[in-house]
């Protein structure tokens, strides 16, 4: 008796105009609490109301957009709990980057040339371009692990990162001290040093969760009572 298997089914259009959105999430494209015109979305994306409605629901079912009755759809904005969930979430999926990494790996590659260029933006004070450079050299990283599933978890997750850190006033803080902390977290990967690189990656989640803490705070405590 033959056995067929079931090939992966395609992304249905309103699926893949929201994995195209979580990447507008990740590069900044959009600010928390910004109302979402179902008009303008549905003409910039070329897709008809329906379909626009199922991408909010998927968007919403994902935690990155909140539909309020008789108001509309707005930009999901993470607290504080959230952020403690996302890094819970990045060092679990991290750690097994690093366990799974190879000398050699294409995605050693890309991670590189992200920190290249995220020095570069450093240079030109572009702090949002450092935000997005910073993010994408973490998604590259998960590349270690050759796994789709854990690719399209990662990029909800630095979404979600990017709607905390548009809440914020200033940024460059958060992203200055990373960049020499990507640098030796790649290159204990390129060396093939596991444990090293286990020991950067735990510095860098644990100040960078402590940072953007902080700075949540802050910004909540600045906002009208």
Not at 51 to 74: A, C, D, K, Y
Request: aromatic share 4%; proline share 4%; hydrophobic share 45%.
């Amino acid at each position: 008796m033959t056995h067929q298997t079931a090939l992966p089914a395609e992304p249905s259009r309103a699926e893949a105009v929201a994995r195209h959105i979580h990447g507008l999430l990740i590069a900044g494209e959009f600010t928390p609490g910004e109302k979402l015109s179902e008009h303008q979305a549905a003409a910039r994306f070329g897709i008809s109301r329906n379909t626009l409605r199922e991408v909010f629901r998927l968007l919403s079912s994902q935690g990155l957009v909140t539909h309020i009755p008789n108001r509309g759809v707005f930009v999901a904005a993470p607290d504080a709990a959230d952020v403690v969930d996302i890094y819970r979430a990045r060092a679990v999926i991290q750690h097994g980057a690093v366990r799974a990494a190879t000398r050699g790996h294409p995605a050693l590659g890309r991670m590189r040339a992200l920190s290249d260029q995220a020095h570069d933006a450093r240079g030109r004070d572009d702090w949002c371009a450092v935000g997005t450079l910073n993010m994408e050299f973490h998604r590259a990283m998960v590349g270690l692990c050759d796994s789709p599933r854990l690719d399209a978890a990662f990029a909800l997750i630095l979404a979600e990162l990017r709607l905390v850190f548009g809440q914020l006033d200033d940024t460059a803080h958060l992203h200055d001290a990373y960049i020499e902390l990507n640098q030796s977290l790649l290159a204990a990967l390129e060396a093939g040093d596991g444990p090293n690189a286990a020991r950067r990656l735990d510095e860098y989640l644990r100040h960078s969760e402590r940072a953007v803490l902080s700075a949540l705070e802050r910004a909540r405590n600045r906002m009208p009572r």
